[in-house]
């Protein structure tokens, strides 16, 4: 069984930073990718960030320049510093990661909120 453990959502003003934790536990062979969406109410889930095998990153365009992803591969963690933060940025933020066991397959975490106060 793979569990993947999310940490650091919170409140924040406007301008200030977190820094989001998603450590992946169980049984697999490999991490393939490991990321983070959002999703606001009412919005989709989008995209924010996520590293690739090999260490190449995809930034949402809205997060650039204030969002930094980052891999822990002997902890299989993955970490999202969020600076500037904005109104905008408000959601809840889901770890995913795509894990061969040994097929490959996508899970989930269960979710971290980040509110962003103007």
């Known amino acids: 069984q793979v569990q993947l453990v999310e940490s650091g959502g919170g409140l924040v003003q406007a301008g200030g930073s977190l820094r989001l934790s998603c450590a992946a536990s169980g049984s697999f062979i490999s991490i393939n990718a490991m990321g983070w969406y959002r999703q606001a109410p009412g919005n989709e889930r989008e995209l924010v960030a996520r590293v690739i095998s090999g260490g190449g990153t995809n930034y949402a365009d809205s997060v650039k320049g204030r969002f930094t992803i980052s891999r822990d591969n002997l902890k299989n963690t993955v970490y999202l510093q969020m600076n500037s933060l904005k109104p905008e940025d408000t959601a809840v933020y889901y770890c995913?990661?795509?894990?061969?066991?040994?097929?490959?397959?996508?899970?989930w975490g269960q979710g971290t909120q980040v509110t962003v106060s103007s």
């Open positions: 995913n990661a795509a894990l061969t066991r040994p097929r490959l397959d996508n899970y």
